[in-house]
């Protein structure tokens, strides 16, 4: 990008949205889209390599994006807290709409790159995107200064990335229509090589993790990253490793199942699992698994069989607590955090007790 365009680029895309008041919103504080979040960095932005005319037209696309954020926003923010939490697709943390109008704006080796950028950003060791997508509810209480760092420390990830990343891999096209089988393959190849780079970067990821939030922050959302990959994975995250269930020599990057929780300490190495208690454990995840679970077509029924498969869960919850060892037990009640704050009765049904 030439100076002048980079320059341009950053009045255009930092200047105050219209009609908002006149302190800007930090769009890196607030959950949004990667491609509004990666815009947001100077830094990678010129990675692009963007022209003149092209800063032009992305200008518009951005910013009324910006303002139709802040327009609901306003209208969020004026309905009672409950109604602000429990809102499907608020806040905005995708939006295919925006992603192709910005792809359009971009020619075929801009757009390899910017979508190299949003893979970076997206699937690396980082994950600036959990700090609102697990805190839902404030229990984090994260500060605007603590975002811009989270934020920062993402986009380091990336610059120091990108140049062994770049062109390695190809990229769909907005409207291209590829085979899901093709399409896998190639997500798998990029998990693959980023976790390759996630694993050079971690020890430096972890040391400035833990300068910018406070121990009891980085205790909360291990606890929320946990329940995260609890209720999404069951009961083998008490057994497996990052990766696991799809190369048994991948390395560990230090995020855990498809990059969705990058922070949380693994069970398998808290527990210290007896060969016996593995096989155990092991065996009552495969009975639970072997449940039938047929998909209903209400939503009254959706509800019922909820209900019924948090029970059913509950039940084996108890059956592994039973193979564990009282400090086991202990430690994985420990590890799931304040059961009053703790998602369990949206997992079991009902609240449990630390011992």
């Known amino acids: 990008m030439r100076f002048s365009a980079f320059l341009l680029l950053v009045a255009l895309l930092f200047q105050p949205v219209a009609g908002q008041q006149p302190e800007s919103l930090d769009f890196r504080t607030v959950a949004a889209p990667s491609d509004i979040h990666v815009l947001e960095s100077p830094e990678l932005v010129e990675l692009i390599d ?5 800063v032009s037209e992305l200008d518009p696309i951005v910013q009324g994006w910006k303002t139709e954020y802040q327009r609901k ?62 805190d839902r509810t404030g229990e984090l209480r994260l500060s605007v200064d603590q975002h811009v760092a989270l934020h920062k420390l993402n986009t380091r990830w990336v610059l120091d990335s990108f140049p062994k990343f770049t062109g390695r891999f190809e990229f769909s096209k907005p409207g291209e229509n590829v085979s899901r089988s093709i399409s896998v393959r190639r997500m798998l190849e990029r998990w693959e090589a980023i976790t390759e780079l996630a694993v050079k970067f971690k020890p430096e990821r972890d040391r400035i993790w833990k300068q910018i939030l406070s121990p009891q922050q980085i205790k909360r959302w291990r606890e929320l990253a946990l329940q995260t990959a609890f209720s999404r994975y069951d009961f083998r995250v008490l057994l497996e490793h990052a990766g696991a269930r799809r190369r048994s020599d991948r390395p560990n990057s230090g995020t855990s199942y498809d990059y969705l ?71 994985w009640r420990g590890m799931l955090g304040d059961p009053a704050s703790f998602a369990a009765e949206k997992i079991f049904g009902e609240k449990i007790d630390n011992e």
């Open 73 to 134: 926003k306003q209208k969020m923010d004026a309905l009672p807290p409950e109604d602000q939490v429990s809102r499907r697709g608020w806040p905005p943390t995708r939006d295919r709409e925006l992603h192709d109008s910005i792809a359009s704006v971009l020619d075929e080796a801009q757009l390899q790159r910017f979508s190299e950028i949003l893979a970076l950003w997206t699937l690396g060791p980082v994950q600036s995107g959990d700090a609102f997508r697990l």
């Open 261 to 331: 929780v990058p922070y949380f300490i693994p069970p398998p190495e808290v527990f210290g699992w007896s060969e016996d208690q593995i096989k155990n454990v092991r065996a009552i995840i495969g009975e639970y698994e072997s449940q039938p679970f047929e998909r209903p077509r209400t939503r009254e029924a959706w509800a019922e069989a909820a209900a019924a498969r948090r029970e059913l869960k509950r039940r084996y919850l108890q059956k592994i607590e039973a193979v564990m060892t009282v400090e086991q037990r202990q430690r």
């Open 50 to 54: 963007l022209g003149d005319t092209q």
